[in-house]
Each structure stands twice: as structure tokens, then as C-alpha cells.
Nanobody
Framework: QVQLLESGGGLVQAGGSLRLSCAYSRNSFSINTMGWYRQAPGKQRDLVARVTRSGSTTYADSVKGRFTISRDSAKNMVYLQMNSLKPEDTAVYYC??????????WGKGTLVTVSS
């Protein structure tokens, strides 16, 4: 298991920016993919963005061109830069780590609220 701790959520006006951070406890060699997911009230948890150990990234269509995921393996950190935020981006954002031998690990989440 990997311990994950998110930070950086908060209240922002539409059009604004936030940067989420996730600190993870384990040596990144055992982690294949780091990602951010989000869950809005009454909805399922969905992928926002993920980055592999090799640096390949995947984004949900709804955030392409606005969000950027990055990973600093030397610091055991992963970030989500969110620009041009919209009210529909309001959700609890969860950090995820996945490895072949580790399985899935989740943080407790950080709330992002975008006001119109």
C-alpha cells in the first residue's frame, strides 16, 4: 500500500486556477501510474488525469487543454495544475497510485469548489 496525502483544494471563482499536490510515501519505482480522480455529489468517481512512470499522460476529454498532470519522482510528488476552472469541475479530487504488485491506493481527497 501507498500512503497518499492531497492538498491544494479550495474555493475559486470560475476562470481561476488551482494546483493540487499529492505526496506519496513509497519509492516511486514500485508505482506504475499516478493519477487524479474526482467525484461530484451523487456521481461516480471518474478519472481526471494520470501519468505513467515513463511520463505518458492521459486526460479526461472534459479537462483536456485546461488541466496538466505532472510527477516529480525525486520528491515523491504528483501535481494537477487546473486552469480555466468551471463550476462543473466542483468535486472531491482524489490522488491514486497503482502498481502491478501494489494494486490501487487512494488518498482521502481534497475538495475543489468553483463558484459561478
Amino acid at each position: 500500500q501507498v500512503q497518499l496525502l492531497e492538498s491544494g483544494g479550495g474555493l475559486v471563482q470560475a476562470g481561476g486556477s488551482l494546483r493540487l499536490s499529492c505526496a506519496y510515501s513509497r519509492n516511486s519505482f514500485s508505482i506504475n501510474t499516478m493519477g487524479w480522480y474526482r467525484q461530484a455529489p451523487g456521481k461516480q468517481r471518474d478519472l481526471v488525469a494520470r501519468v505513467t512512470r515513463s511520463g505518458s499522460t492521459t486526460y479526461a476529454d472534459s479537462v483536456k487543454g485546461r488541466f496538466t498532470i505532472s510527477r516529480d519522482s525525486a520528491k515523491n510528488m504528483v501535481y494537477l495544475q487546473m486552469n480555466s476552472l468551471k463550476p462543473e469541475d466542483t468535486a472531491v479530487y482524489y490522488c491514486n497510485a497503482w502498481g502491478v504488485n501494489l494494486g490501487n491506493s487512494w488518498g482521502k481527497g481534497t475538495l475543489v469548489t468553483v463558484s459561478s
